[in-house]
């Protein structure tokens, strides 16, 4: 009869607590869940397929040969379109005739590999090797050609002086700056 009491309160004790565990294990799943996506939401988790950079270096060479280099503090490659890289805090080189680097950088970008473009947005300066310096909100490298242009505002320095336009494009690797739209100049003679 004793055995049989004890075995009695085990059941007992078993029929209460599994139903309990059970309750607390379906809880800790939803719970589980509930942070991930809260998580996720914030940006703390990856999705699968997002590839993470942590200081990027792309390099290459220009149609006439001539090497560029983008980096970045950080980069995201887009899953829909592995062509495409969002970077953080981006610079970009690109050498021109004579040699000397031409320098952009800026808080955002978004490089696309395939087309030779690299967009830059917020507080964009650009300077070259000769002391041109320039400002803009945007601006276009196209790593192909060399060509940097926009379409907002630019503010530049340099040897020859002072200017200010709507829209700018420096080709030629450097050796042409063409700024547009209202200009206004100082010029400085030696």
């Known amino acids: 009869m004793e055995r049989w009491r004890a075995r009695s309160h085990q059941v007992r004790f078993w029929r209460r607590a599994l139903p309990w565990t059970i309750v607390g294990l379906v809880a800790l799943?939803?719970?589980?869940?509930?942070v991930?996506?809260?998580?996720?939401?914030?940006?703390?988790?990856?999705?699968p397929g997002v590839i993470r950079m942590v200081n990027p270096h792309f390099f290459g060479r220009s149609g006439e040969g001539r090497p560029f280099s983008?980096?970045?503090?950080?980069?995201?490659?887009?899953?829909?379109?592995?062509?495409r890289v969002t970077l953080n805090l981006p610079s970009a080189s690109l050498q021109s005739r004579d040699?000397?680097?031409?320098?952009?950088?800026?808080d955002t970008g978004v490089f696309l590999e395939r087309q030779h473009s690299l967009r830059l947005s917020g507080h964009v300066l650009m300077a070259d090797g000769r002391g041109?310096?320039?400002?803009?909100?945007?601006?276009?490298?196209?790593?192909?050609?060399?060509?940097?242009?926009?379409d907002s505002h630019v503010i530049g320095d340099g040897p020859?002086?002072?200017?200010e336009g709507s829209s700018y494009?420096?080709?030629?690797?450097?050796?042409q700056i063409l700024v547009g739209g209202g200009v206004r100049a100082h010029i400085v003679s030696h």
């Open 70 to 83: 983008i980096r970045a503090r950080d980069a995201v490659r887009d899953p829909a379109d592995p062509d």
């Open 99 to 106: 040699g000397q680097p031409i320098l952009a950088r800026a």
């Open 29 to 34: 799943v939803i719970g589980w869940i509930l």
């Open 132 to 150: 041109y310096r320039f400002r803009s909100d945007h601006a276009a490298v196209d790593t192909a050609t060399g060509v940097i242009s926009g």
């Open 169 to 175: 494009s420096i080709r030629e690797h450097g050796d």
């Open 160 to 163: 020859l002086g002072h200017f």
């Open 36 to 47: 991930r996506t809260a998580l996720a939401s914030l940006g703390q988790i990856d999705n």
